[in-house]
């Protein structure tokens, strides 16, 4: 749950370029490279890769083939069809001998890039079934003319392929939400995802609540990597490992995390890769501990990756983690920025404004650092995050602390391409705010990452006898806020300024009115007209917005405006308004330490669900005439290895233009699954 999204992906539109680049702007470089329905492929590129060590190189190369042969693991566990319906659809694409053009053919393209994009026929954002514009029958005409050599046997004949999977393509009623967290609904029976099959909410939350002891100070995390399915009668987990459920995937995994092994900065980095194999041969959750206390003390090493099953968001319940993977290095020069802030860890826990007992007396272990990306795989892509902090185990940040990156090539490829796009004039109030946006919105947005995942989420502590998982549906998005909440009430401190971090208070202002814009208002560009908001960050961000400019009504501290017929959102008082992220920080941190369920949910279901339906409208007719998508990804650079014989003793990067080629690239060197596990 410790993972920021970017606020939206044009939101630094004319912003300072960042440091990822050594000051040169890159104008011959082709940043966005396909747009389609409500998304837009970019390319990143590995500044400074060039610098590393020839070690260091073959290093990445041999962890980024590991972060690519994850990626049927994930589209498996967004929904038990992905990996068949994905089979489908390319061999129409490979296959298909008719007319490649008309409105039939053009959308059966834009249907098959989104279902690439959100790894499976869910949308990534929203969790809704993404519909097809073309007909069924047009898809009967592609099967049906479409060479039967080019369809996997698993698939059986062409008959067969239409009966069954008409209906889970064309159907809004089949499985029609990836992850449905509605309040009263079997969150379980009602989500598409496949981390649970034959069970029901109540016999899932049941099961691990008999496995949890509250007595361990040191609790695994019990689900974390496995499904869970009822055999015979009786409930029990299938553990994703070596030899068990998609073994196939992750003994390729292991594959290149030996050979990655071999070639290791140091002997600590070593031993982090080799506990990460033992657990992914075992899939023992304690090696599983192990590992991330290793990994989140190595801190010498430049070359860093995450890989494994990691995050839960996908889990209506919280237990099951999404397999993912970054490969990144260390941005020296733009870490100092991150440095600062760690090493300043313990003022910033004392001075919180949360309750006393809550506040962590001795802060332990928080390392902060900005990283070049240098590969993505599985949940994080295409879509990626921007930062991410680990490991995610209460008891290990608290004893061992944590490890926060923020993602400095990414933020900059989003920049780049959003440059001009006419997004933050259309809902700003003022030209003194493009202006501030101009100067310092890129710091402010990079500010507010590091602080976010530097220690907003390193922050607090639980009380005696608290698990963690208390808040069940609601602790993702609680845990968001609680992190951006962090970030929003020190970002406007005169700290900020006195450590160097800022110029002037000026940085915080141009934060803030970002903030309460987004959350408020622009976000909703990426919500289809009259539905709720489901996603965490997006719950997270109008939580906190809608309850300040509730609770500050009476002193006018966030004013809605009016201006030719458009709404827009001001803050009038910065200062008013820094105190009530301080508020709110204070409940959701007793909330999280407590585990008070009830208080979270009523907090969550008021403030971060439901949709003004006329500002809604009126945002998505604005936001349609700019033409511009609201949700970015992107495609890999390509890692080249350097061979002597039969030794690979150095790499390089070339940067590929073409996201179908990526697609059907990957589909063909990385499926290592069966179609249904």
Not at 463 to 470: M, P
């Amino acid at each position: 749950m410790k993972r920021l999204m970017t606020l939206i992906c044009f939101a630094t539109a004319g912003f300072a370029i960042s440091s990822c680049d050594s000051g040169k702007k890159n104008d011959d470089f082709k940043w966005q490279i396909d747009q389609f329905a409500d998304i837009r492929i970019m390319r990143y590129q590995i500044p400074e890769f060039e610098k590393l060590t020839p070690q260091q190189r073959v290093l990445v190369y041999y962890l980024s083939e590991a972060a690519k042969c994850g990626r049927d693991i994930i589209w498996d566990q967004n929904y038990k069809h992905n990996l068949a319906v994905r089979s489908i659809l390319e061999a129409l694409y490979k296959g298909y001998p008719g007319e490649r053009n008309g409105e039939q053919w053009n959308q059966f393209m834009v249907y098959l890039k989104r279902v690439w994009f959100s790894n499976g026929i869910h949308h990534h954002y929203s969790n809704d079934k993404i519909m097809p514009g073309f007909s069924a029958g047009y898809f009967t005409q592609l099967v049906n003319q479409t060479p039967d050599s080019l369809f996997p046997s698993e698939l059986g004949g062409k008959v067969q392929i239409i009966e069954k999977y008409l209906p889970i393509i064309f159907d809004p009623n089949v499985a029609p939400k990836r992850v449905n967290q509605e309040a009263g609904v079997d969150m379980v029976a009602q989500s598409a995802c496949n981390y649970y099959e034959g069970v029901t909410q109540a016999e899932a939350e049941k099961f691990y609540a008999s496995l949890a002891n509250p007595a361990d100070s040191t609790p695994i995390s019990y689900g974390l990597n496995s499904k869970l399915v009822k055999e015979n009668g009786k409930i029990v987990e299938k553990v994703w490992h070596l030899g068990g459920m998609y073994g196939k995937a992750i003994e390729r995994i292991v594959y290149w995390l030996e050979k990655a092994a071999t070639v290791a900065e140091n002997d600590h980095q070593r031993q982090v890769i080799e506990k990460l194999i033992d657990y992914y041969k075992t899939g023992d959750l304690k090696k599983f501990d192990e590992y991330n206390v290793l990994w989140v003390n190595d801190l010498q090493s430049r070359v860093d990756f995450v890989n494994g099953f990691i995050e839960n968001y996908g889990d209506p319940l919280g237990y099951k983690a999404s397999w993912e993977s970054v490969v990144n290095f260390r941005n020296d020069e733009a870490t100092r920025r991150t440095q600062t802030i760690s090493g300043n860890a313990q003022w910033f826990e004392d001075h919180s404004p949360i309750d006393d007992q809550f506040k962590k007396k001795e802060v332990k272990g928080v390392t902060a650092k900005v990283i070049t990306v240098a590969q993505l795989g599985g949940d994080c892509y295409p879509s990626t995050p921007i930062g991410i902090n680990l490991p995610n185990a209460d008891w290990i940040r608290k004893v061992h602390g944590s490890k926060s990156v923020t993602m400095d090539n990414i933020t900059y490829a989003y920049d780049q391409a959003a440059l001009g796009n006419g997004f933050l004039e259309e809902f700003a109030w003022s030209a003194q705010e493009v202006e501030l946006n101009k100067k310092y919105g890129y710091l402010a947005s990079s500010l507010h990452t590091d602080l976010h995942e530097c220690l907003g989420h390193g922050s607090g502590q639980l009380a005696d006898g608290v698990k963690g998982d208390e808040l069940k549906n609601y602790g993702s998005p609680l845990e968001e806020a609680r992190a951006d909440l962090f970030a929003l009430y020190y970002i406007m401190d005169p700290k900020m300024v006195e450590l160097g971090l800022i110029p002037n208070l000026d940085v915080a202002k141009v934060q803030y009115s970002n903030y309460i814009r987004n959350g408020l208002m622009t976000q909703l560009t990426r919500v289809e007209l009259g539905k709720n908001i489901e996603q965490a960050h997006m719950r997270n961000r109008q939580l906190i917005s809608k309850w300040c400019y509730e609770q500050g009504k009476a002193d006018n501290v966030i004013e809605r405006k009016e201006r030719d017929g458009k709404v827009y959102f001001v803050v009038n008082d910065f200062e008013k308004l820094r105190q009530l992220f301080g508020q709110l920080l204070k409940e959701i941190q007793r909330i999280k330490s407590t585990g008070d369920f009830e208080a979270g949910k009523a907090l969550v279901e008021n403030y971060a669900v439901k949709v003004d339906f006329d500002l809604h409208k009126q945002v998505l007719d604005r936001f349609a005439k700019l033409n511009i998508a609201p949700y970015g990804g992107f495609i890999n650079p390509r890692i080249i290895p350097v061979t002597q014989g039969d030794s690979v003793v150095d790499a390089l990067v070339e940067y590929p233009d073409s996201y179908v080629e990526q697609m059907l690239e990957y589909s063909k060197r990385y499926s290592y699954l069966p179609l249904y596990n």
